[in-house]
């Protein structure tokens, strides 16, 4: 018989008025043996804890970018592409070339977004775009990936908030960003945000799904009287 049993046996023995300081005393014992205790915190407990940080890569972290990126994607859009596709664009945005190539271009910017010490996600942005489409002092968020495994605990959100405010830190009226037009859940999760629809493009690359290159563009307005989103309004 363990010792909480054996406790609670005794102390059941002892509860009689005619022992008033054992009935007390046992009372006490009881209610400690059967009380439930406060657990030390599960490992997912303590990972909650633990805050999103971005950190901005530099020629020096190629191979730690091109793995990041490779998983990253691969993960959430293997099933987007037609038979070969995805190798074909992994090659194309994440080799080792084109990824010093826009390390290396003044208005091009690569984000680990990490949590603790470990890489959960990227994103990529382009300053000065879109001139094109008259949006003047624009930046694009061209990328934005979060490993399957990490999403839902708010990662994302933050992320984005962040580039929210150093875009406008920075001086940029406008961000803007492209989206699947049928990923609903991926336009909700942008409105939230405060970006709102602007215009239909479609998605010129091969192998990619046809049924999956209908795009919408949204944008935020970052004037000085707007309000940055709050990772805290959830």
């Keep these: 018989m363990n010792s909480t049993k054996t406790c609670i046996i005794n102390c059941k023995y002892k509860l009689t008025y005619e022992n008033p300081r054992g009935f007390l005393f046992g009372f006490y014992l009881l209610n400690w043996a059967i009380k439930p205790r406060n657990k030390p915190y599960t490992r997912w407990q303590q990972a909650e804890k633990i805050e999103m940080q971005l950190q901005k890569a530099i020629i020096k ?15 959430n859009f293997y099933d987007h592409w037609n038979e070969g596709g995805l190798e074909w664009y992994l090659e194309k945005e994440f080799s080792a070339e084109r990824l010093k190539f826009d390390l290396l271009d003044k208005d091009t910017e690569y984000y680990f977004i990490k949590r603790g010490l470990k890489n959960v996600g990227f994103i990529k942005i382009k300053n000065n775009t879109n001139k094109d489409l008259n949006i003047e002092n624009a930046v694009e968020l061209e990328k934005i990936y979060v490993l399957p495994e990490c999403k839902g605990m708010g990662i994302g959100k933050s992320a984005l908030t962040e580039i929210i405010k150093k875009t406008k830190e920075h001086g940029y009226k406008n961000l803007i960003l492209c989206v699947i037009d049928t990923n609903v859940n991926a336009i909700a999760f942008y409105e939230k945000l405060g970006f ?39």
Excluded at 65 to 71: F, G, N, P, T
Excluded at 213 to 220: L, Q
Aim: proline fraction near 4%; include cysteine.
């Design 196 to 234: 709102i629809f602007h215009s239909k493009t479609i998605l010129d690359i091969p192998y990619f799904k046809e049924e999956l290159k209908g795009m919408n563009r949204m944008i935020i307005q970052l004037d000085e009287k707007s309000q940055l989103p709050t990772m805290y309004n959830r």
């Design 61 to 75: 972290d190629i191979t730690e970018l091109r793995k990041i990126c490779i998983d990253a994607y691969s993960k």
